[in-house]
Structure formats: C-alpha cells, structure tokens
C-alpha cells in the first residue's frame, strides 16, 4: 500500500468514527427527551394520585358538614361540580383548572367551621379535616416535583439541540402546576 491510499484510509476512518459519535450523541440526545417527558408524565400521575385522595375525602367532608351548615347549599353543589369536571378533564390543563376550582372551594368549606362552633367541636369532621390537610400537603409535594420536572423539560426544549429533540420525538412544552391567582392574595380577615 502506498502513502495516498494510507491516508484516505485514515481519513475515512476518521470520519466514519466522528458520524458514529455523532450519531450516539444524538441518539442519546433522543433518548434524554423522552426520558424527560415520561417524568413529567410519571410525576404528574402522582399528582393525580394525590387529588384523587383529596376528591375521595370530599364527600364525607360535605355530608358532615351539611348537617350542621343546611343553607351553605350553593358551597355544596359548586363543591360538586367541580368535582365531576375534574373527572372528567381529558387534558392536564383541564385537570389543572378543576383542581385550582376545588382548592378555593374547599377553602370555602372550611371556613364554615368558624360559623358553626359545633361543628368545631365534631370528632368526625376534625377528622376529615385533619385528613384532608394531610392531603393537601401530600399534593403541594407533588405539584412541586411535577413543577420540577416540567422545568427541566421546558427548560431542555429551549436550547438550541433541545428543540430539535424534542421536536423529532413530538414533545411538546408541558404546563406548570400554578396556584390560582386568587390562591396568591392574602386573605382578608374581617371581624364585625
């Protein structure tokens, strides 16, 4: 073999080695996008998990407190309502905004303790109470590691290669888990 065919095979080579490693980046540039999207996917069934917990809870809470709070029937149907939309929400979002209705709605319903000191006093209802806060809880864990993870996704999406990716393998921006803009302010305490 001579000089000139040597150095076509060490060229060849060459390059034949960088496609390949080319090739393993961006299958594992792939895989990394899926990988990310199936997080988001796992941590947001926890969140499901959780809110079916908290909509599980919800009618015992209500038939407790209908017997002390009769005429709050409006608090009881809307609490209802939101319930069924939540269940039969098809997309995140729509699961989100059912979830966000029930948070203030519940907040509602909790506050009729305060109108009804027997109620206050009721072994049963404190226990669902404190169930439910547990709950609550449980979920404000979740909805930050689902918030989490959708960051980290969001995130890989707008870089330069991310968007590539994520486009090749159809991942699209996943939503954040946001607190309801009515949820942020302070509430207002009144006494008459």
């Known amino acids: ?35 990310m999207d199936e997080r988001v996917k796992s941590q947001w069934a926890q969140v499901e998990n959780q809110l079916k917990r908290r909509y599980d809870l ?32 098809d997309t995140v979002q729509g699961k989100i905004q059912a979830a966000q209705q029930v948070e203030g709605l519940l907040s509602r319903l909790l506050l009729l303790k305060e109108a009804y000191p027997q109620l206050k006093a009721n072994e049963s209802f404190l226990k669902l109470q404190d169930s ?7 979920i404000a864990v979740e909805r930050k590691r689902y918030n989490d993870t959708v960051r980290e996704l969001n995130t890989y999406r707008r870089t330069v290669f991310g968007r590539f990716f994520a486009s090749l393998a159809g991942v699209n921006e996943a939503l954040y888990y946001e607190v309801p803009q009515e949820q942020r302010e302070t509430p207002k305490v009144k006494f008459n």
């Open 1 to 35: 073999m001579n000089n000139g065919m040597k150095g076509i095979l060490i060229a060849v080579a060459v390059i034949v080695l960088l496609l390949g490693i080319v090739v393993m980046w961006g299958i594992g540039q792939y895989n990394n996008v899926i990988t």
């Open 58 to 89: 919800i009618p015992n809470l209500v038939e407790t407190v209908k017997g002390y709070a009769r005429h709050e029937r409006g608090t009881f149907e809307s609490i209802a309502q939101a319930r069924t939309k939540y269940f039969q929400a």
């Open 132 to 138: 439910l806060e547990g709950t609550e809880n449980r």
